[in-house]
């Protein structure tokens, strides 16, 4: 009977170890045709995997493609408005009363003529305009309960004809009403700062419930306002639970893809990489012991650990920017939480909370390497105010001229997402 027995352990012993061989010879081929075979082929043309080719030869090459973009968009963008000017219904026109509006949109512009763009316009306050016209003058966007304005913040000390142009058809505020002299005197960070400021008090004048400052090189999503509807109104009760929304000063609208990553000092980003992991290692798991009904307990906890290992793996390959994307399917998949430091391109104020913040920023002073973005981060860790982000973002950043530091921005930092339109 002994014996009997001892046979039946060592069959056992063997069996399993012919099992985790086999299984382990199974785990293996699905890294080797994964990660060798099929990743680079299918993840080559995404910006931030690993497995990215860069199919411009040289950064010249590159940063023309990203001005050929432009003035396709330029192109269309101006037809329209040629098309279109004097026979277009807009609900945010000027004669609209903006007092106690749900959103006030502002359009932060200046001009930027440079030589490094051979002393051509690259025209980003009008494609961002005709983004914000189609948006607003989209069916969904009019069902939606809030009262909305819209508003050009004109803050070049000079001349500044692109905006001016709009001013006829749309609130227009000009900070400078002739080229004052103390403006040269100011550093580009405190007359950044100082503009802003502007703006955010001329638009704090209408008292709407949300104060949207966008950058004029700033584009918006095609449903910018439903999903901002969703997350804000629908989604309200979660928000508020998980963040303590009553401390909040503004919600991030973009921030820049390269700092989006899972390799960050932001400490939801680690939490998130084993958290999609655990899930589809274990979903994974239980579909190949639906297949397998017979695995063992020690089989199951062998292929889930591989698993797991696997999607961590594939998760950082494919990268958090690109897995992250998937988010735009569904209004529903966007999310908020916690906002890391950089970067104002698209900012929701919420106007109960800023009028504290303005005047923070009128009684300091920026300087070199301190910006009204780190002056925000300082005055949200002083006074202990919440700022959130949206994620994914909501804005393309298509400037690729720096008005603070008059150069073109490296190539490398310009990026499309999916829903964006390319020509």
């Known amino acids: 009977m002994t014996r009997i027995l001892t046979m039946s352990r060592l069959q056992f012993i063997a069996l399993s170890r012919c099992c985790f061989k086999r299984l382990t010879c199974i785990c293996l081929g699905i890294y080797s045709v994964s990660f060798f075979c099929l990743f680079p082929l299918l993840f080559k043309n995404m910006r931030y995997s690993l497995y990215y080719r860069n199919p411009f030869p040289n950064s010249f090459r590159e940063m023309d493609y990203h001005m ?107 900070r400078y009403s002739e080229e004052p002299n103390a403006v040269s005197q100011l550093n580009i960070k405190e007359k950044e700062k100082q503009d802003y400021a502007f703006c955010l008090e001329e638009s704090l004048k209408s008292k709407p419930k949300y104060t949207l400052l966008v950058e004029d090189d700033a584009f918006p999503h095609p449903q910018l306002l439903q999903i901002l509807y969703h997350l804000l109104q629908i989604r309200r009760s979660v928000v508020t639970s998980r963040n303590h929304i009553s401390d909040v000063l503004f919600y991030k609208l ?7 990553g899972f390799w960050s000092i932001e400490p939801e980003r680690i939490p998130e990489l084993i958290s999609f992991a655990a899930l589809f290692g274990t979903c994974s798991t239980l579909l190949v012991s639906y297949l397998l009904p017979k695995m063992t307990k020690a089989g199951f906890c ?19 920017q690109h897995l992250n994307e998937l988010r735009y399917v569904s209004k529903s998949l966007f999310t908020i939480g916690p906002t890391p430091s950089c970067c104002t391109p698209g900012m929701l104020f919420v106007a109960d909370k800023a009028p504290h913040w303005l005047n923070y920023m009128k009684n300091h002073t920026c300087r070199l390497n301190y910006g009204k973005d780190i002056m925000l981060d300082d005055y949200r860790h002083k006074f202990n105010i919440k700022g959130l982000i949206v994620q994914p973002n909501l804005f393309v950043h298509i400037g690729f001229y720096s008005s603070l530091n008059k150069n073109l921005l490296k190539p490398s930092l310009m990026y499309y997402p999916p829903w964006f339109k390319v020509y």
């Open 68 to 174: 050929r973009q432009n003035e396709l968009r330029v192109a269309s963008a101006s037809k329209f408005w040629t098309s279109h000017r004097h026979n277009i219904s807009l609900n945010f026109a000027k004669k609209q009363m903006r007092v106690g509006v749900d959103i006030d949109i502002m359009i932060v512009t200046t001009s930027r003529h440079s030589l490094l763009t051979k002393g051509e316009n690259p025209k980003f306050f009008t494609q961002i305009l005709w983004q914000f016209f189609h948006i607003l003058n989209d069916p969904e966007t009019k069902a939606l309960p809030w009262k909305i304005s819209l508003s050009i913040c004109n803050v070049d000390s000079k001349h500044h004809e692109e905006a001016e142009n709009f001013s006829s058809l749309v609130q227009y505020f000009h």
């Open 254 to 260: 973009y921030h820049p893809e390269r700092l989006l």
């Open 302 to 320: 062998v292929v889930w650990f591989l698993m797991v290992v696997y999607f961590t793996l594939t998760a950082i390959a494919v990268s958090r």
